[in-house]
T-cell receptor, first 113, second 112 residues
Framework: KAGVTQTPRYLIKTRGQQVTLSCSPISGHRSVSWYQQTPGQGLQFLFEYFSETQRNKGNFPGRFSGRQFSNSRSEMNVSTLELGDSALYLC????????????FGEGSRLTVL | TQLLEQSPQFLSIQEGENLTVYCNSSSVFSSLQWYRQEPGEGPVLLVTVVTGGEVKKLKRLTFQFGDARKDSSLHITAAQPGDTGLYLCAGAKGGSQGNLIFGKGTKLSVKP
């Protein structure tokens, strides 16, 4: 079956701009989580969605937001980009919250200039 | 803040050697997972350990969860170049597997 699909794979933005990243989970998976990965901080949890509702949120500023649609696809948005937002943004899906294995996508690599 | 400390941060060894990677925390986790990530890809789950003292084997990889569920180790026997990658441990809080606390990883390089 198809894996987790993230788009775009690579993008370059400038400070102050905003960006939207998309994630299509594995068919049948209803839970989607987002993580930010940087060399200095590693993987840090952003948020988790299930049934179109945000269930958990990490310690990130309000510039980071997300949503989930009725087909379980998810988007995350970062507004007023800062240089420090440059990172690999990873999406992971699972059958449901607490349902075991997370399946990660290949990530969207964001560079902020 | 719950933290997972991984050591060593970098490891470069020759094919055939054994190695152990450690993952330590001052906090108790309901479960702990190990992932492997290759360049340009997302992490892939290797194993989940749930019970204190649990030992799981996956071919040449042996995973152990500490009795107090605060630490874990990954031992690789007779490492091969295909084992090269970033090894990440991650702890789960409560019932939510989607909200994981990750260690910063151990970057393993196995030279032929």
């Amino acid at each position: 079956k198809a894996g987790v699909t993230q788009t775009p794979r690579y993008l370059i933005k400038t400070r102050g701009q905003q960006v939207t990243l998309s994630c299509s989970p594995i068919s049948g998976h209803r839970s989607v989580s987002w993580y930010q990965q940087t060399p200095g901080q590693g993987l840090q949890f952003l948020f988790e969605y299930f049934s179109e509702t945000q269930r958990n949120k990490g310690n990130f500023p309000g510039r980071f937001s997300g949503r989930q649609f009725s087909n379980s696809r998810s988007e995350m948005n970062v507004s007023t980009l800062e240089l420090g937002d440059s990172a690999l943004y990873l999406c992971a899906s699972s059958l449901a919250i607490g349902a075991g294995e997370l399946f990660f996508g290949e990530g969207s690599r964001l560079t902020v200039l | 803040t719950q933290l997972l400390e991984q050591s060593p941060q970098f490891l470069s060894i020759q094919e055939g050697e054994n190695l152990t990677v450690y993952c330590n925390s001052s906090s108790v986790f309901s479960s702990l997972q190990w992932y492997r990530q290759e360049p340009g890809e997302g992490p892939v789950l290797l194993v989940t350990v749930v019970t204190g003292g649990e030992v799981k084997k996956l071919k040449r990889l042996t995973f152990q969860f500490g009795d107090a569920r605060k630490d874990s180790s990954l031992h690789i026997t007779a490492a091969q170049p295909g084992d090269t990658g970033l090894y990440l441990c991650a702890g789960a809080k409560g019932g939510s597997q989607g909200n994981l606390i990750f260690g910063k990883g151990t970057k393993l390089s196995v030279k032929p």
